[in-house]
């Protein structure tokens, strides 16, 4: 510490100055007057020789305040630069504290530091679109849900054309090209877009371009774009790419260039082709699958965009009634579309993660309560020899400082390894996974919570320790006891609230996987085969997969084996969802009609799916070509159009101009849950794939393996690949498909238990501190107790006592907390209320019987006080 | 003949040379220079004061009270060793400069 005289006041400068001008002047005058001048005269010669006096006396001024700001900065600097070098020296002779202190920091900076990363990556990270924040996607919603389905072809074509504040707007379609002629054949995933896509995406290419409009006549040449990973996994990275000739679909297409690893919309596609739209286009209203976007207009603002959009579609309701009654059109910007749905968890973790940190710092308050006990005699010194208080704040400030930034430092190797682990195990809904790194901003935000918390845990114990240095050194322990319990309550409360928190997502997960998906996705695999252009007779086609299915029920390896065309929890089906009337029953107004989920499947479909049957029968053999039409419903339609009525016999057509067929109605099966154990079980129908009029050509294979899926998808290639050499399809297991649907739940869950326990760690440890400290600081109390009698079980017991029930005052208020901000989980939750009283009784009774653990044991050490040597001890 | 005007890195290098005997104070700095130049520079007090003040600003000079010659407060300034040695760089400096303008100034012929 260095001693400084006092600085300058302004006044005292300017005092100064005036002082120093009065000499000279009076100095002058006093010559003059030697010379032979009159006083007065000498007086005004002295004034007029000097100059701008005024002039004089501010420039002055100025210099000498600056003057004092730089020697106060100085000083400032050279007593930070002191007490760090101190602080440095202080911490190393206290190792164990400034490694619990440094660790329990490390523990939640790095926790928060992680999670912002992930919270950035997917949120707040600038999208590589030009200007992404005015980019909208455009939605219908599906008449009969509330849901926003993707516009359809004709509704595209329309709201492009007559809207203004829009543009350009574009479309995409999921579509699949086979690549031949470089290594293995092997589908990939290809989008076909409309003119001026990239335009509306504002991405440039890494090489070559993107489309130009001539591309886009019918009829036009054949180019494609490329994916960065499909350009480096199939065409090893050859720079000369553009201008090469690829074989798409058996058809030479010319690589016109190759996109940035990090464009990625609409999803990660390998292949971009452009696709020209006709005026038959036009007409397709019903089949909704176009992800549309588009660049709003400069100038535009996104409500007068919806606004116009909307009444736009009004329009469209009111020309085509039938297909578009009841649908409305709205605008999602472009990153809310991405990240929106991420939003809410996202944050959620990053509030559990920061009670985290507010536990470990809790912890590192206490510790540093205890540091400042122990530093009263040297403060006490310093005190004495003249140092405010604020100065020995500042002092013990940087100390804590130094202390927090190693925390700091740790923290931020944790959080890359958490980063990490997050980009490994998150699951494939979460948005942007590749968004998330470690980068400047993990730094910019790992400092700021470094700063907070350091002071935030510093302040209060700095303060308290330099109070009153001459005060009664126990009455303070006292006094700093009190806080400490305070803290270590604290604690336990919010470890609490993230318990009952993940206790509450832990039932919800138990109870959803209980839930009956209606359909066995164990052994079981999915291959989708398009045989459209491969067997182009459609009576070649009917008979293909008659023999495919014969051909895989004898199959060793296979137990059954259908084929549908689109099968719960695949998305590589084609899923059609076209309205139905009702024969008999009152015809409902043209287009609203009711509409339920028609799959098209072989007879050995609901076998090999463990489809089971309520009433009536499956379809079989028999139900060929020419027999009368039929189709099996399930419970759910049943229940919802023929409550109570009797089902069987019933006859149901389609509303469609060209499929009038009547079906009657044979069978009911049980509902299926098509997109596993959250989603709900919608109105469905299934039909002959036998009595189809074009042989429906986009059918999945599914195959129930005898011993496992891994065989039956071997098998079930073998098999394919015996009648269609060469076919290019994917074989999905179903556990997978059906383990991914948990995936997101998993993943919070996973990440939720791990902060609760670290946080209850934490407020163990905090515990165990506590008690110890008490059981040190009453030493001597308990020594004279034990010497007059009491036992040392007695002593053990009321000290356990007291700390259980520190916690259980700690716990009633996390219950508490808990109930106010369970609220929050409550879209999570499923088959839980948020005030759930099992889980928060049990969890109550296990933070209790931990607590309880935690102080029992540095309470035994009461046990071993020796009376004596404790009643000499100081304190 | 008119009093020069003085340039403002000049004044800074006179003050510095008339401080290099010992601690003065403000006036006495003004006499002593405008003592030397036999009246002939010009220096005005206003421009001195803010000139020392700058230059204590710049660690050149620092100043303390003391008592003048006739028991009088008056604050005076001393060299610091920095201003020392920035007294002997400027007097190097202004040196050369005089005598090549002066090698300039004497020439007699245009050749020469």
Known sequence: MSFELPGRTPARIRAELDEEFTFHLEARTAQLVAEGLEPDAARRAALAEFGDLSLAQQRCAREDLARERDRRRTAWLGDLRLDVVHALRALRRRPAF???????????????????SAVYGVLLRPLPYADAGRIVTVWQTNPTGGQFDRPSPGNF??????????????????????????????????????????????AAPALGRTFRPGEFAPGGPAVVVLSDAAWRRHFGGDPSIVGRRITLDAIPHEVVGVLRPDFRYPTQGQLWVPRALTEADRARRAQTYYTVVGRLAPGTALAAARGEIAAVGANLVREYPRINTGVRFDLIPLPERLSGRARGSLLLLLGAVGFVLLIACG??????????????????????????????????????????????????GLATLLVGAIRRWAPATLPRVDDITIGWWTIVFAVAITLAAGLGCGMWPALAGTRSLAADVRGRAARTGRTRDVLVAGEVALALVLLIAAGLLLRSFAHLLQVDLGFDPGRRVAATLHVWDRVPDVGARAEFF??????????????????????????????????????????????TEPTALYTIVTPGFFRAMGLGLRRGRLLDARDAMGAPRVAVVNEAMARRYWDGAEVLGARIRGAGVRDSTSY????????????????????????????????FGSMSIVAEGAVSATVAGHAVQTAVWELLPGQTFAVEELDRLLADTLAPRRFGLGMLAAFALTGLLLALVGIYGLVSVTVAQRMREMGVRMALGATPARLVREVTARAVRLAAAGIVVGLLLALATSRALRALLVGVSPADPLTFGLVAVLALAAAAVASWSPARRAARIDPVRAMRADG | MAALELLQGTVDTLILKSLSWGPRHGFAVSRWIGDRSAGALGLEDAGLYQALHRL??????????????????????????????????????????????????DARTAGS
């Open chain 1, 363 to 412: 912890n590192v308050a206490a510790l540093l309560f205890a540091r400042r006990a122990e530093q009263q005699r040297e403060l006490a010194v310093r005190a004495a020899l003249g140092a405010g208080r604020a100065r020995l704040v500042r002092q013990l400030l940087t100390e804590t400082l130094v202390v927090a930034a190693a925390g700091g430092a740790l923290g931020l």
């Open chain 1, 157 to 202: 074509l329309d709201l492009r054309d007559r809207s203004r504040t829009i543009a350009p707007m574009a479309a995409a379609e999921p579509s699949g090209m086979d690549l031949t002629g470089a290594g293995d054949p092997v589908g990939l995933d290809t989008w076909r877009v409309t003119e001026h896509f990239f335009d509306v995406m504002g």
């Open chain 2, 56 to 105: 204590e600003r710049r660690g050149a000079v620092t100043s303390s009270w003391g008592l003048s010659e006739n028991n009088r407060r008056a604050r005076y300034y001393r060299l610091t060793p920095a201003g020392r040695r920035q007294l002997q760089a400027e007097t190097v400096t202004w040196r050369r400069y005089a005598e090549a303008v002066f090698l300039v100034l």
């Open chain 1, 98 to 116: 400034t490694a619990a202190a440094a660790l329990t920091l490390a523990l939640g900076i790095g926790g928060t530091s992680a999670l912002f």
């Open chain 1, 546 to 591: 008659r023999r495919l299915d014969e051909r895989l029920a004898q199959t060793p390896g296979i137990r059954a084996a259908g084929a549908a065309s689109s099968l719960p929890l695949s998305a590589e089906g084609s899923e059609m969802d076209p309205p139905f009337l009702i024969e008999g029953a009152a015809a409902p107004a043209p287009g």
């Open chain 1, 664 to 695: 009657e109605i044979v069978g009911v099966v049980a509902d299926v849950r098509r997109s596993g154990h959250e989603s709900a079980a919608m109105a469905e129908y299934y039909v002959p794939h036998a009595q189809h009029p074009r042989a």
